[in-house]
């Protein structure tokens, strides 16, 4: 199983960054999925989710900014990242929802900063 987060990068306060996460070796429609960030000296947090049924779910400190997308046709999982802020700095990754711990991927680097 591989699951493959890219798009992170450098983006000023208040922009906007889209995450992509390129599911292989599942039957990714079956799965719930989520978005996940960890910054340094923390515990991985859970962003977002959506279901097979795409319902979706948000963490408070991003909800109404960020927002949780699935195209199962391309077994991909998008994060679309509004008005970001500094407190958004992490390595994002995605997972199923729960999360399954030999999934883990080198995740996607944001860094916001002006």
């Known amino acids: 199983v591989q699951l493959q987060a890219s798009g992170g990068g450098l983006v000023q306060p208040g922009g906007s960054l889209r995450l992509s996460c390129e599911a292989s070796?599942?039957?990714?429609?079956?799965?719930?999925m989520g978005w996940y960030r960890r910054v340094p000296g923390k515990q991985r947090e859970l962003v977002a989710r959506?279901?097979?049924?795409?319902?979706?779910g948000y963490a408070d400190s991003v909800k109404g900014r960020f927002t949780i997308s699935r195209e199962n046709a391309k077994n991909t999982v998008f994060l679309q990242m509004n008005t970001l802020k500094p407190e958004d700095a992490a390595v994002y990754y995605c997972?199923?929802?729960?999360?399954?711990?030999?999934?883990w991927g080198q995740g996607t680097l944001v860094t916001v900063s002006s």
């Open positions: 070796g599942i039957i990714f429609r079956l799965y719930d």
């Open positions: 959506i279901s097979n049924r795409f319902t979706t």
């Open positions: 997972n199923t929802f729960p999360n399954t711990p030999d999934y």
